[in-house]
């Protein structure tokens, strides 16, 4: 079996300030790992995944995830939030070996982030 | 929410009616997906198609089924709706995974969703 864990449900960071949002993950074999944001009334957005190599993970609009295997955390980082960073964000992950026909994700349950001007 | 869209985007509807909510790609992609969101409880897959007529089972899939009669439309249907399936529903569509390499590491495009009150 697959999960995550985002243990915030909201995080309040200011304008100009790092970020940082929180997910860990259990799977039995190596790990597949995204990151999505959601918008007020929209779908979700893909954001970057960590598929194997670099432990860190460079994606859209600035972000980026640390991949810490030892951990099992797969954490989302931006050096310099923006008001328009609000959102909703997702992190998701399936086990790399899932058998063909099954590609699975399992999403966390969402952290809304804020940021403050 | 280029290439998929989903339809109707919000309905109101009574316990005990059906209910279809239809998702439609242009994008020609195999694999496709319906989710529902809830607070709480982020996003549960519902059912998947992994080619036309192919279908499996998500994580709540009780009270759903799906059929998917050409590649790019894919129905969830609600037999008889229930006050516990008002929900927001995300239809999502990716390409075939590679057989070598990041195989299965395809990632996902939603549609807007489908806003679904059970009264």
């Known amino acids: 079996a697959q999960s995550v864990a985002q243990p915030e449900d909201q995080v309040n960071v200011a304008e100009g300030n790092p970020l940082t949002v929180k997910c860990t993950y259990s799977v039995s074999g190596n790990p597949y790992l995204f990151w999505y944001v959601q918008y007020p009334n929209r779908g979700l957005q893909f954001l970057l995944k960590?598929?194997?190599?670099?432990?860190l993970v460079k994606g859209s609009y600035g972000f980026e995830a640390e991949f810490n295997k030892s951990q099992t955390s797969f954490h989302l980082k931006k050096p310099s939030a923006l008001v328009s960073d609000s959102a909703l964000y997702f992190c998701a992950v399936r086990d790399a070996h899932s058998g063909a026909g099954s590609y699975q994700l399992t999403f966390g349950k969402g952290t809304k982030l804020s940021v403050i001007p | 929410d280029a290439g998929i869209t989903q339809s109707p985007r919000h309905k109101v509807t009574e316990t005990g009616t059906p209910v279809t909510l239809r998702c439609h790609q242009t994008e020609n992609h195999r694999y496709m997906y319906w989710y529902r969101q809830d607070p709480g409880h982020g996003l549960r897959l519902i059912h998947y198609s992994y080619g036309v007529k192919d279908t499996d089972k998500g994580e709540v899939s009780d009270g759903y089924s799906v059929s998917r009669s050409k590649t790019e439309d894919f129905l969830l249907t609600l037999e008889s709706a229930t006050s516990s399936q008002t929900s927001v529903y995300f239809c999502?569509?990716?390409?075939?995974?590679?057989?070598?390499?990041?195989?299965?590491?395809?990632?996902?495009?939603f549609g807007a969703g489908s806003r679904l009150t059970v009264l």
């Open positions: 960590y598929i194997t190599g670099d432990n």
């Open positions: 999502a569509i990716s390409e075939t995974p590679r057989l070598s390499g990041s195989g299965g590491a395809n990632v996902l495009t």
